[in-house]
């Protein structure tokens, strides 16, 4: 959300820019606005709406399908609002022949197009209806109830790193140490209990110890 909040900021803020002669915000402005109520209702369906996946991946293919039927008409009232006139206004009633696709070229490949995705959105649904769900993601890595304290403390420091995935690997590990009251206790438990890397890494033993002895027979 903070992403698409921050370029919907710099678009509006770009054209406003652009606009600054005399376009904006007529009719830049609601232009926008429609293009971005798009990718705003995607978000809306897959994050806030409180029913399973599937049933919210149905709802934003169903709201693709609605989006692609109303914006060319709410882009023609805009441009009629301004003064424009279009040649061929659009139609909500899509003016759709099957039999002669040279005169219905573009209707009739938009009706297939918004039928595709609201096909597809009521598959989705059913799908969420008859109990499916979507293969999961891999699961949470989980610690042992008897790891002590001094190992719970630095394993923490340590997220699972993918390979390839060293550069997402730096903001993840911020959030962890910003909530740090007292780092230098955490390092010393660090150095002292030599901390397991997850994966296949080795253990970082940092600190010596003892060889043992001989083993001795019974005297």
């Given at each position: 959300?903070?992403?698409?909040?921050?370029?919907?900021?710099?678009?509006?803020?770009?054209?406003?820019?652009?606009?600054?002669?005399?376009?904006?915000?007529?009719?830049?402005?609601?232009?926008?606005?429609?293009?971005?109520?798009?990718?705003?209702?995607?978000?809306?369906?897959?994050?806030?709406?409180?029913?399973?996946?599937?049933?919210?991946?149905?709802?934003?293919?169903?709201?693709?399908?609605?989006?692609?039927?109303?914006?060319?008409?709410?882009?023609?009232?805009?441009?009629?609002?301004?003064?424009?006139?279009?040649?061929?206004?659009?139609?909500?009633?899509?003016?759709?022949?099957?039999?002669?696709?040279?005169?219905?070229?573009?209707?009739?490949?938009?009706?297939?197009i918004i039928l595709g995705f609201l096909l597809l959105g009521l598959l989705c649904v059913v799908a969420a209806f008859s109990g499916a769900e979507p293969i999961p993601g891999p699961p949470p890595l989980r610690r042992n109830r008897s790891e002590t304290t001094g190992q719970q403390l630095p394993n923490g420091l340590h997220r699972q790193v993918h390979r390839g995935d060293l550069i997402g690997t730096a903001p993840k590990l911020l959030p962890d140490q910003a909530g740090m009251r007292d780092l230098p206790f955490v390092l010393e438990l660090v150095l002292q209990t030599g901390p397991k890397i997850n994966g296949d890494g080795p253990q970082l033993h940092l600190h010596r110890h003892p060889r043992p002895g001989p083993a001795r027979g019974p005297k």
């Open positions: 959300m903070v992403y698409l909040s921050f370029e919907s900021i710099l678009l509006l803020a770009g054209l406003a820019w652009e606009g600054r002669t005399g376009d904006f915000p007529l009719p830049m402005l609601p232009i926008a606005l429609l293009c971005l109520a798009l990718p705003w209702g995607w978000l809306g369906a897959l994050r806030y709406l409180p029913l399973g996946r599937w049933f919210r991946a149905g709802v934003g293919l169903a709201w693709t399908g609605l989006w692609i039927w109303l914006a060319p008409f709410v882009l023609d009232q805009i441009y009629l609002h301004m003064g424009y006139f279009t040649s061929t206004p659009y139609q909500l009633i899509l003016p759709i022949d099957f039999h002669n696709w040279a005169a219905a070229m573009s209707a009739n490949v938009m009706f297939l």
